[in-house]
Every structure is written in structure tokens, then in C-alpha cells.
């Protein structure tokens, strides 16, 4: 049970564990590499929430987060919270931390369980956990509304320039 106001290590709150080799059978359920989905494949190895942290490489420190049954690659490291209503706080948490900055090695940058289970993070109330938590997705629900805006406003203005290139008559 998690004390509130307390400091803790992220070892101390949940599992860190490394993801599996790639599997190359097309499937319905997404795998996750270091920054982020890659392809989708037929076996999974998380089926809870899980946040998955990018461990090698120039973008290693990636954080993303599952809630589905999914498959991640020994690209990332899998951090399970022992408090399953916890595990946006902690995404968002390690979201804020870039944690690119704790890597080791210079040619081929990376985290380690180690590295990560050494963080140390404040708890606040359960229920401050969840209202930070609520903000945050308000937020990036919003975010990607406006980016799915953008993406059809350049669509739409290709389409314009491309029809006035070709003479076509709009009245716009």
C-alpha cells in the first residue's frame, strides 16, 4: 500500500521488466519498439497497464503506455505499477522527467532497470494522483483533436493548390 506524501523509488512501486525479441507474424495486437508502436503482431507479452520506456538508442527515455494487451520489444523496458489505478500518474510522471538525460554510453545510449528503479518520485494523494491524471489526458485528447484539425487543413489546402495548378476554376 502506497503511503501518501511519501518519497518512494520506482522499484518500490512496480515490476521493471525487458521486452521480447520481435515476432513477425501480422496480427491485431500493437508491439511497441523503443519510441513508440512499430507493427502489429499476433502474441503479446503485456495484457495490463503497462508503461513502456524506449531502452536503447539516440531516443531511448521514449515513454508510452498500454492499457491493452500488447507486444513489446527488447527495444524497451516494461514498468508494471503494483497499483493498477496508479499507472497514468506515472506515465505522465515519467513523461515529465525526459528521461533521455539519466541514458549511460555515448555511442549507443542506453537505460537500465537500474537506472530507472533509482528514480525517485513524490506520491501525493490518490486523489490528486488522478486529478493530475485527468488534466493530462483532457489535454492530450485536445492536443490530438487539433493535430487531426491540421492534418485535414493541409490536406484541404494541397487540394486547392493542386486544383488551381491544373486550372480548375473554385470559387473560393
Not at 515476432?23 to 513502456?52: C, L, M, Q, R, S
Not at 503506455?65 to 514498468?79: C, E, G, H, Q, R
Not at 506515472?90 to 545510449?109: M, T
Amino acid at each position: 500500500m502506497i503511503r501518501i506524501n511519501m518519497e518512494y523509488k520506482l522499484k518500490e512501486l512496480g515490476i521493471f521488466e525487458t521486452g521480447s525479441t520481435l515476432i513477425k507474424k501480422i496480427g491485431n495486437f500493437p508491439a511497441f519498439g523503443g519510441n513508440g508502436i512499430i507493427t502489429y503482431v499476433n502474441k503479446w507479452n503485456v495484457d495490463e497497464d503497462a508503461i513502456i520506456i524506449g531502452r536503447v538508442g539516440a531516443n531511448c527515455g521514449c515513454v508510452n503506455i498500454t492499457n491493452k494487451k500488447s507486444f513489446v520489444t527488447d527495444n524497451a523496458l516494461i514498468f508494471k505499477p503494483k497499483e493498477k489505478n496508479m499507472a497514468r500518474f506515472y506515465f505522465y510522471f515519467l513523461l515529465h522527467l525526459n528521461l533521455n538525460k539519466f541514458h549511460i554510453g555515448s555511442s549507443q545510449p542506453l537505460l537500465t532497470q537500474g537506472i530507472l528503479g533509482n528514480i525517485k518520485i513524490n506520491i501525493p494523494s490518490l486523489n490528486k494522483c488522478q486529478k493530475i491524471s485527468k488534466i493530462l489526458d483532457n489535454i492530450d485528447n485536445q492536443i490530438e483533436r487539433n493535430n487531426s484539425m491540421v492534418q485535414k487543413l493541409q490536406s484541404f489546402e494541397q487540394a486547392l493548390i493542386f486544383s488551381k495548378k491544373w486550372g480548375a476554376n473554385y470559387a473560393c
